[in-house]
């Protein structure tokens, strides 16, 4: 992180519904422990604090300085996640040129927002478990897998590379069934679904969910339910609820006219 020591903006969290000038307990991002605060424009607000003109770089010390301030905020208030790191370099900049400019469409935002959390849900295959249901699901990959033993690597190279493609596209499809098994017990559920990229072999869902706060048991009872009934071949890690940030991330350019 460097800066020059002698600018100072304000570091933005959120776009809130606050009518009020509101000072929050959680300290704001960086070592000088700055307050948390609203800077106001009609029944909506900006959560910022003071900050040097710096690059903050995504440490876990600071995505989670950055997080537990919205946590606090979502306790009371509907908002919009700020893209994380974008500082304004003063006040007049997010009164003038982004509560004022964007007023209109961070309420219509606010009101699709109103009331509602982000809900997040990975789902992962054991390892073993799922290749050997590949094996007995399929008679021809398991004949070739059986048919390599005992060949070296060099006279068996082009049917490794068939086993490796046959097994491949068994698994995209295992996971494409697994994913829809998952997704269809949850939407009833939900606002809004958004599917994320797989980021791993073993991984089978990547998902996020818009969902009303009365709704969150429901969610929360069909996790247990998928858990109950999956567990020996699936590892599922569920967060939330969270900042609603595969919904709505509010990007800010200062340099020209704010787009999300």
């Known amino acids: 992180m460097s800066a020059t020591e002698h600018e100072n903006g304000k570091y933005l969290y959120a776009i809130i519904n606050c009518p009020e000038a509101r000072e929050f307990k959680e300290r704001g991002i960086g070592e000088r422990s700055d307050p948390v605060y609203t800077i106001n424009k009609g029944r909506i607000a900006a959560l910022v604090s003071d900050s040097p003109v710096v690059e903050y770089d995504n440490s876990r010390r600071n995505m989670m300085a950055h997080t537990l301030v919205l946590e606090e905020a979502m306790e009371e208030f509907d908002l919009l996640p700020v893209r994380f790191g974008t500082i304004a370099p003063e006040a007049d900049s997010i009164c003038e040129r982004l509560l004022e400019r964007r007023y209109e469409e961070f309420s219509q935002l606010l009101g699709q927002m109103h009331g509602r959390v982000e809900l997040g849900l990975k789902a992962f295959w054991y390892k073993d478990v799922v290749f050997d249901e590949v094996i007995q699901e399929n008679p021809s990959i398991r004949e070739l897998r059986d048919s390599l ?36 017990r949850i939407r009833p559920h939900v606002r809004k679904t958004r599917s994320n990229k797989i980021i791993s072999e073993r991984m089978v869902l990547n998902a996020a969910f818009l969902v009303d706060r009365d709704k969150e048991k429901d969610v929360d009872l069909e996790v247990q339910k998928l858990d109950e009934e999956f567990g020996t071949r699936l590892m599922f890690k569920y967060v939330g609820p969270v900042a609603p940030y595969n919904f709505v991330n509010i990007v800010v350019d200062w340099k020209a006219q704010g787009s999300a």
């Open 149 to 184: 033993a005992g060949k070296s690597p060099t006279e068996s190279h082009f049917d490794r590379i068939r086993l490796g493609e046959a097994v491949e596209k068994a698994l995209t499809e295992k996971r494409r069934v697994d994913e829809e098994t998952i997704l269809s």
